[in-house]
DNA sequence: TTTTGTGAAGCGATTCACAGCA
DNA sequence: TGCTGTGAATCGCTTCACAAAA
């Protein structure tokens, strides 16, 4: 505990950003009833180089066996007890447009272990709709709703010009982390992570290196 | 141009991919007629260091007057030239689910100066529905559709068995670019520049952290 | 022999610190 | 004086190359 506290200090964030991927190639596997893998395989199916992952997998401790490989149950279990599978994390979404009403229904979610425990807006257009088997409150709600502090994460889909307000609700009903799909930067206490995901920044990273194309860049294609 | 050229293959993309950010905020700070601003303050504003800003900058050209800072409206005009703003780019979305029908509407990417052209589909259950205005087409249209090749942009928002499948018809349908909300590496010849974004896969490195903070870790959130 | 685990080298991005200008 | 632009220093991640182990 002492000794894992210490260690999860030094995994590289980008190492942890490169586990979720490694998790979902080994399940598949595992549904192939593969039961051992190489860092040469898995690497391969990921996309990375063979180091990288076995460096990877060294920062949350020894599995291999040399001359042999990775035993795939065993992986599952270590990287999934690093990412925090062990339990179901509770989520707030919060708005109820497009994106909310389909993260509200996202498989993706209840696959890796998260549960939408409530969707929110603030629009009284919106309140009381049913999405995805759930009401929709409002947001206020959310505070009363998460006294016991089940609810660890939130899940920002609202417009930009509600994203900081939207923020300071989910600090106040003691969500520990946010998900921010605004693109906009959050200011939030100390002690809550954000991450951000922009859809669009994503779309204008794509313009950049199609206008490098038109420009006769034929190199190194997105990164 | 030919210099233009040299320029763009220097570009670190770690730079390419806060280019949006500062667009958004310079944007912003457009629309309340503020005409100047310095790299300490849009740094302060999008959560980075000044002398990055600088550097980020410098490699696009140099904008900046000594003592003074930035001219706001240049500074977009710069940053979207590199962006590949000056022309509008058409998309085409594949998968007519929750999350296809979301980005079918979502504002975000007409504002940014991106036209969603078309959303597919293979399920006949979907095909004819009505999304946001356009009619959801068979993904086999695509290709008879694209023939002028004014379709750049394709967005994978199908099921994962589905994806590999679909990028092979964008491919085909000759989309030099590839958005790709699916958890799968894809294969796509050379050329084609693909873009992951995954949902869950957010999700789970905030796990990590949860998971770090019930072991007693306060430091460094979120990555 | 095969494949892991890892020190060391290599590489790229960030930050510092200051010269160059307005 | 104030702020930009940038070489130099630093930091951290990736990749190499090989010793250790099955």
Redesign the interface.
């Given at each position: 505990?002492k000794e894992?506290?210490v260690k999860?200090?030094k995994i590289p964030?980008t190492t942890?950003?490169r586990?979720?991927?490694y998790?979902?190639c080994l399940q598949s596997m595992q549904d192939r009833r593969i039961d051992s893998v190489s860092s040469f395989k898995l690497a391969q199916?990921?996309?990375h180089n063979p180091a990288q992952l076995r460096k990877d997998l060294s920062y949350l401790g020894e599995f291999g066996t040399r001359g042999v490989g990775y035993d795939v149950d065993e992986l599952i279990r270590q990287i999934g007890k690093?990412?925090?599978?062990?339990k179901v994390?509770q989520?707030a979404i919060v708005g109820a447009?497009?994106?909310g009403?389909?993260?509200c229904?996202?498989k993706?979610?209840i696959?890796?272990?998260?549960s939408v425990a409530g969707i929110y807006d603030v629009d009284p257009a919106a309140i009381g709709q049913q999405v995805a088997g759930l009401k929709v409150r409002h947001i206020d709600e959310l505070e009363r709703q998460n006294l016991s502090g089940s609810i660890?994460?939130g899940i920002i889909a609202t417009p930009a010009a509600a994203a900081q307000a939207t923020a300071d609700s989910l600090v106040r009903a003691r969500v520990?982390?946010i998900?921010n799909f605004a693109?906009v930067?959050l200011n939030v206490g100390?002690?809550?992570?954000?991450?951000n995901?922009?859809?669009?920044?994503?779309?204008?990273?794509?313009?950049?290196?199609?206008?490098?194309?038109?420009?006769?860049?034929?190199?190194d294609?997105?990164?």
């Open positions: 505990m894992e506290k999860r200090d964030p942890v950003a586990l979720p991927l998790l979902r199916l990921t996309g690093w990412l925090g599978a062990a994390r989520v447009g497009h994106l009403r389909a993260l229904s996202y993706g979610f696959n890796r272990g998260f660890e994460i520990r982390s998900l693109p930067k100390a002690g809550v992570c954000v991450r995901v922009d859809l669009s920044t994503e779309l204008q990273i794509i313009g950049f290196h199609l206008a490098s194309l038109e420009h006769g860049i034929t190199s294609c997105c990164s």
